[in-house]
Antibody, heavy 122, light 107 residues
């Protein structure tokens, strides 16, 4: 079964850091670009960051640029999001999503995890 | 950055009716890199349409997408009870900007 499972969320104080992980299974992980998408409580979807199959192409939303870092370990079938200098407005459910191809930014997101919740509050 | 504006914000229809959802881009979307997703409460989004008009695997043919450039449409030909949800459009060139969503509710 094709599956993405996020972990690493939790309650964190403003200004602190958190690292999210996404474990992939059921498909050849290094054949696909991957993304993080977040959804604040009761709000819409916001694309956060994406990475190509070989980490050669990476992109970030303006709202997280300079604070968040996306990475992947193809040997471990895992995607990561290092989040630094967290703010209250980063509070959201963070989804890991697979792009329908190995390139970055050329296809839609066909597989989604169930998300991990990040709450930034003092 | 391309901004996507969806309309209407809420659409109230009955099962069996036809639904037409709109997505307008602030500038032309390259190569029809436009997708539609469905999201039900407590669930992750599900891909419905990619490339503006291609149905994703397992999506019923009552769902169809059309448009190009800056104007795109998702049509559900005959609404089933399970179709009532929130729908998002997304352009996936360079970044993955989403529209703000259209809530399709039962009238």
């Amino acid at each position: 079964e094709v599956q993405l499972v996020e972990s690493g969320g939790g309650l964190v104080q403003p200004g602190r850091s958190l690292r999210l992980s996404c474990a992939a299974s059921g498909f050849t992980f290094d054949d696909y670009a991957m993304h993080w998408v977040r959804q604040a409580p009761g709000k819409g979807l916001e694309w956060v960051s994406g990475i190509s199959w070989n980490s050669g192409s990476i992109g970030y939303a303006d709202s997280v640029k300079g604070r968040f870092t996306i990475s992947r370990d193809n040997a471990k079938n895992s995607l990561y999001l290092q989040m630094n200098s967290l703010r209250a407005e980063d509070t959201a459910l963070y989804y890991c999503a697979r792009e329908r191809g190995y390139s970055y930014g050329t296809n839609a997101f066909d597989i989604w995890g169930q998300g991990t919740m990040v709450t930034v509050s003092s | 950055e391309i901004v996507l504006t969806q309309s209407p914000g809420t659409l109230s229809l009955s099962p069996g009716e036809r639904a037409t959802l709109s997505c307008r881009a602030s500038q032309s979307v390259s190569s029809s890199y436009l997708a539609w997703y469905q999201q039900k409460p407590g669930q992750a989004p599900r891909l419905l349409i990619y490339g503006a008009s291609s149905r994703a695997t397992g999506i019923p043919d009552r769902f169809s997408g059309s448009g190009s450039g800056t104007d795109f449409t998702l049509t559900i030909s005959r609404l089933e009870p399970e179709d009532f949800a929130v729908y998002y459009c997304q352009q996936y060139g360079s970044s993955g900007t989403f529209g703000q969503g259209t809530k399709l509710e039962i009238k």
